[in-house]
């Protein structure tokens, strides 16, 4: 069984609940307005320094992925034990990663597009929307996200498929758990507001 398949059945069905929603047309519209603002920011990149693209990428990551339940998910079953106020600064640490993520990423356009299958499919975690990014040569990225409903019915992307396949928050959540036995959640705070630190540099 693939690690992106064991982090799925591994979270909480009441974190899932009501993810495989019978109306899921609109998961491929959220991705679709997405990429239309990341491309936006990739065409004016040159001109604009890491914290003007974190600027303009923060609206749009925060409307698109479910930050907080991705937060629980990559610290694993270690959330629980922690105090209420290292969780809020864990879910702000992980919230300022993501799109410090995009925003060193996504520093330049040579022509790149992206395109999204228009139909989502229906699993019993949610909805996965399809997508690859085609270079100028040619070449493609395939990027898949799955996708669940928050409280109020709005799709949000809980994990991004890199090749289709490797689960990102799978990647995450094997280091999270690491640092969070090891130094705690102070610790792990730490660690992810470093990694943090580096991508404004980098």
Known sequence: MSLSRRLVLAIPLSLLAGGAAA?????????????????????????LAFDERYSRLAPTISRTFDLALMTR??????????????????????????????????????????????????????????????????ETVVLNYLLRQDGGGAWKV???????????????????????QRAGAEGLVQMIEQRTAALRTG
């Open 23 to 47: 109306d899921a047309g609109s998961a491929p519209a959220l991705i679709e307005r997405f990429y239309d603002e990341l491309l936006a920011v990739m065409k004016a990149a040159k001109r």
């Open 73 to 138: 998910i990559a610290v694993g079953p270690g959330w629980g034990q922690v105090a209420a106020e290292q969780q809020q600064r864990l879910s702000a640490a992980f919230a300022r990663y993501t799109i410090s993520i995009y925003a060193n990423r996504f520093d330049d356009y040579g022509g790149e597009r992206f395109e999204v299958t228009p139909t989502a499919t229906t699993n019993p975690n949610g909805v996965t929307v399809n997508s690859r990014l085609v270079k100028t040569n040619g």
């Open 158 to 180: 809980i994990d991004v498929y890199l090749s289709g396949t490797v689960s990102e928050l799978a990647a995450r959540r094997s280091e999270f758990v690491a640092v969070l």
